[in-house]
């Protein structure tokens, strides 16, 4: 499933709480509701800030249970994985366990539903 274009979603609001994993690990958690929008990121690699289609995953008080009750997905390699599946099933719930492989803008992500 491709991407919506950045001119057809809107801004998210902050505050922002990015999805950030080491290389070479995993993460599961099972998303209640999301969100499309647009956000600007500031790569920590010294690229220059750019403008993204992002995906705000909200999730349960298990998973997450410090404010803000969500997780913002910037990754282009990880948000047309998730999306297929949480469209699929209304917009949730759905358990996922992802694993980063390496890091930076190289890093790519397995994304597996969990029943």
């Not at 491709?2 to 290389?23: A, C, N, R, T, W």
């Not at 282009?76 to 996922?96: I, K, S």
Request: proline fraction near 13%.
């Amino acid at each position: 499933m491709p991407l919506p274009s950045l001119q057809s979603v809107d801004p998210l609001p902050g505050p922002f709480e990015i999805l950030d994993m080491p290389g070479n690990s995993s993460r599961e958690f099972t998303v209640v509701k999301h969100q499309v929008g647009r956000m600007t990121i500031h790569p920590r690699d010294g690229r220059p800030p750019r403008e993204i289609v992002a995906l705000r995953c909200f999730v349960t008080k298990d998973d997450k249970p410090l404010y803000p009750d969500y997780w913002d997905c910037t990754a282009q390699t990880l948000v047309p994985q998730l999306l297929p599946y949480l469209e699929a099933a209304g917009g949730g719930p759905v358990r996922f366990k992802i694993t980063k492989f390496g890091q930076g803008p190289t890093a790519r992500f397995s994304v597996v539903k969990q029943a």
